[in-house]
């Protein structure tokens, strides 16, 4: 049962961080029908994140910095990194979203 709770803290700290990003890398890198379904699972995992990073803070889990950061990371990526569509069409060299 120990392992099994490990296993869980272990996916909770890192593997649910790395999902994240990846999320969002994918739906700034992909283009067409495919970056619509990228940018769908994103939001799906953005709520995810929002949630288990509430639960986390709340009780006061020592992975509460590594959720905090992923979150913030998702937010702010998501309005700074440029994407395919929009790279050559956005006039603003700050915001490429």
């Known amino acids: 049962m120990a392992q099994i709770v490990f296993i869980a803290s272990a996916f909770s700290a890192l593997g649910l961080p790395i999902i994240a990003l990846l999320a ?3 739906a700034k890198l992909t283009t067409g029908m ?3 379904k990228a940018e769908r699972r994103f939001l799906a995992v953005l709520i995810v994140m929002t949630l288990v990073t509430a639960h986390t803070v709340m009780m006061q ?3 509460w910095l590594i959720h905090t950061t992923t979150l913030s990371l998702m937010v ?3 309005l700074w990194i440029p994407g395919q569509q929009t790279l050559s069409e956005s006039n603003d060299p700050f915001f490429a979203g």
Do not use: C, F, I, P
């Open 76 to 78: 702010v990526g998501s």
């Open 34 to 36: 495919a970056a619509r």
């Open 61 to 63: 889990n020592a992975a």
């Open 24 to 26: 969002l890398m994918l």
